[in-house]
C-alpha cells in the first residue's frame, strides 16, 4: 500500500505539471484562434487584454436576403492595423449568457470580396465563428454571416482584436441588427441601440488557461493511468 503511494504521488504531480504546460501552448496561433478560445474569446498570450475603447469596430450591413456583410476595419488614427480576429453573432436579447448562433459563409457574390478566413464549430455548432488565416497586418476584413433558418430577432457581433500579440481588445460590440430571416421584404433596418452588455470584457487569463487545458486533458490522463497500472501491476 504504502509503495503504490509513494509511486502514485510524482506521477499525479507530473500529470498535473504536464497538462498545464500543454494548455498554456494551446491557443494563439497565428493560422487564427483555436476552438479552446470560442468561450471567453480570448487569445492565451499570457497578458491581460487591453480595457480602453477599442480602436476597432465591426460594421453589420443588412444585405437583401437577410444575410450580413460585416466589415472589420480600423476606426484610430494612432493604429492603423490588425493581425488577427475572431468574430461570432449572438442573439442580443439572451445577454452575456448567450451562444454563438448562425453560419459565417465563404460564398463570394458582390463586391467586395469575402476575405479568406477560417471557420470554427464553437460549442457544437457549424462555422459559427471566423478566425483569421495569418497574422499578416490587416485594413480590413470582410465576412458573410447567414441567420439560424426562420431566425427574427436583434443580433450583435462581438469580436476580438488582436493588434499584436501583446495588446488586444476582446469582444468589441457591434450595433444591434435586426434580422428577420422568417420574411423576404426589406422592413428590416439597422438601429444604432447600443448593446446591453459591456463594450470591454477583463476576462481573467487564468480561465483562459484553465478552459485550454481539459482541451488535451482525457489523452494524457489515458497514458498516465496506464503507466500507474503497469508500476502498480509489476510492484505486485
Ligand atoms: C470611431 O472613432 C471615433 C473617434 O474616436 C468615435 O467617436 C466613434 O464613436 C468611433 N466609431 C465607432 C463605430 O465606434
Ligand atoms: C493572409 O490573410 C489575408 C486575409 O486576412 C488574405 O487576404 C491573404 O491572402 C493571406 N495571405 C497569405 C500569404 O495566405
Ligand atoms: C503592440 O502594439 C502596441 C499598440 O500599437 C504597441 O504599443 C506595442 O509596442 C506593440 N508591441 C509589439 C511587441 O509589437
Redesign the pocket.
Same mark, same amino acid.
Given at each position: 500500500m504504502s509503495f503504490r503511494k509513494i509511486v502514485a504521488s510524482p506521477v499525479i504531480c507530473l500529470y498535473i505539471l504536464f497538462t498545464f504546460s500543454i494548455g498554456n501552448q494551446v491557443s494563439g496561433t497565428p493560422i487564427g484562434a483555436p476552438a479552446a478560445a470560442c468561450g471567453t474569446m480570448t487569445p492565451d498570450h499570457g497578458v491581460p487584454p487591453q480595457t480602453s475603447a477599442s480602436p476597432y469596430v465591426t460594421i453589420p450591413t443588412l444585405m437583401p436576403d437577410e444575410s450580413v456583410r460585416l466589415t472589420l476595419l480600423v476606426n484610430s488614427t494612432g493604429i492603423l492595423t490588425f493581425k488577427g480576429f475572431l468574430v461570432m453573432a449572438f442573439d442580443n436579447s439572451l445577454g452575456d449568457t448567450a451562444t454563438p448562433i448562425g453560419t459565417f459563409s465563404e460564398i463570394v457574390e458582390g463586391t467586395p470580396a469575402i476575405?479568406?478566413?477560417n471557420y470554427l464549430n464553437c460549442l457544437s455548432g457549424s462555422k459559427n465563428a471566423a478566425t483569421? /488565416?495569418?497574422n /499578416?497586418e490587416?485594413v480590413i476584413?470582410n465576412l458573410l454571416w447567414v441567420p439560424p433558418s426562420g431566425f427574427d430577432g436583434n443580433v450583435v457581433f462581438k469580436t476580438t482584436f488582436v493588434r499584436n500579440v501583446t495588446t488586444f481588445w476582446v469582444k468589441t460590440l457591434s450595433d444591434v441588427i435586426s434580422v428577420s430571416s422568417t420574411t423576404n421584404t426589406t422592413t428590416s433596418s439597422t438601429t444604432t441601440t447600443p448593446s446591453t452588455t459591456p463594450s470591454i470584457t477583463t476576462t481573467p487569463l487564468t480561465t483562459t488557461t484553465a478552459a485550454g487545458a481539459p482541451q488535451l486533458a482525457p489523452w494524457i490522463g489515458t497514458i498516465f493511468l496506464a503507466l500507474v497500472t503497469f508500476m502498480l501491476a509489476s510492484s505486485a
Open positions: 476575405t479568406p478566413a483569421h /488565416t495569418n /499578416t490587416k476584413v
